[in-house]
């Protein structure tokens, strides 16, 4: 994140949803951890499992129609809208299945 302003950025770790483009296996159970660089050293900032877990600002209905934006089709499926202050960020997903299998990690500036 650039500037001197916190963005609200929305991430989203998708399976399910990439079935409509014709991708059948795909992680049923995605998770997100969001990491942050502070001081040289990456940390966990935030960890989300199914989107319907985030509550308040967090959850991910609150950007809804926002332009570019394909909410997951699966309460599965990992999702968070974070209001993020300038640094570096870094997102991982991962799965409690033990085969690999294929998911879609994204990540979205909401401009208001």
Excluded: C, H, R
């Amino acid at each position: 994140i650039t500037g001197t302003e916190n963005k609200k950025v929305v991430f989203m770790g998708k399976g399910k949803t990439m079935e409509s483009q014709g991708i059948t296996d795909y992680v049923a159970d995605p998770a997100l951890i969001i990491y942050k660089l502070t001081d040289g050293a990456w940390g966990v900032y935030k960890t989300i499992d199914n989107w319907g877990d985030a509550t308040g600002t967090e959850n991910i209905s609150t950007v809804d129609g926002s332009e570019g934006i394909t909410l997951p089709v699966d309460a599965n499926e990992a999702a968070i809208v974070l209001d993020l202050e300038p640094g570096n960020y870094s997102a991982i997903l991962t799965s409690t299945e033990a085969t690999e299998k294929e998911a879609l990690v994204e990540a979205y500036e909401i401009v208001e």
